[in-house]
């Protein structure tokens, strides 16, 4: 099967195809995918950029505008770019390539994250067969955050062989808008920092907008930045792993800010969970009403997780979700 399954990942870790400056922990081994860690290593830079055939530390010098330490908590202000070294390294095989995306936590935090590789030509992929560090690029858009080594906001999915587009099938996701009710949570723009190793400890009030709607619609606005729920329920299989993936513009005039991955087992000791969907208005206002299509959800066939799939088993944050802010909130 194309995705690599929790023990398949496991096994990369005994080749040492996966390696680390710390001692890597059974918390960060998913059902489907691995959570990368910051190491101390941090830059605050002039600008994103792609390396191609560029040294990376060659890029920080020309970009670097301070170095940060991230042993201690470190404020990483809103809409600055930083670039942080990872702890874990890759040595892939020549048949096995890897993926990131956001953590679910990172995206309803809008912390705007990306990897880069050593002589990487587009962000979040890892080629077949690349030996080297990883970096993360960490833009935090709605709130200021505070941070420190060892802290995961990205993960990694392993894929073996080329047909890793193979999909076994694929559903439509709009968004669900009830009129009267709390429908979605729009960021305040004036607030304090979030420290995101602090679980349960804010109040939503004091970063969060609610929006209840008096129609089955309301409108999103430039630059803003907006938390709703799925219409649909969601139920992967222990035998699958799926990929929320963003319509194109003709859409609609937003993007759904961050692509989703749904581990083995997500809803699936009920009859379903909704996703929490980001969206963002792009230079204009838009009206989005109560069905309105934003996504596909594609499924993909994995090895059966038999043990610890997503769930309440292993602690996982979101899995019995609605419409369902980031951990950090009360």
Known sequence: MPYLNRDQILSLIKKNNIISKKTL???????ASFDLTLSEKCYRIKASFIPNNIKISKVIKELSLTTINLNQNVLLEKNCIYLCELNEQLNLPDDIMGKSNPKSTTGRLDIFTRIITEKGREYDYVNYNYKGKLYLEIIPQSFSIILKKNTSLNQMRFYRGSNIEKKIKKINISVSI???QITA???KK???????NKIAFYKSDKYWEKIIPEDNYFIIERDEFYILRSKESIKIKNDQAAELEPFKDSFGN???????FFDPGFGNNRLGTPAVLELRAYDTPFIIRDG?????LNYYEIDEVKSESYG?????NYFN??????????
């Open 25 to 31: 922990i059974n918390h960060q081994i998913q059902p």
């Open 190 to 196: 004036i607030t304090s920092a979030i420290d995101v």
């Open 254 to 260: 937003f993007r759904v800010h961050y692509a989703g």
């Open 321 to 330: 979700q609605n419409l369902k802010l980031a951990k950090q909130f009360k």
């Open 292 to 296: 309105q299509l934003v996504g596909q």
């Open 185 to 187: 949570y729009k960021a």
């Open 312 to 316: 309440s088993a292993i602690k996982s």
């Open 178 to 180: 009830k009129k009267n």
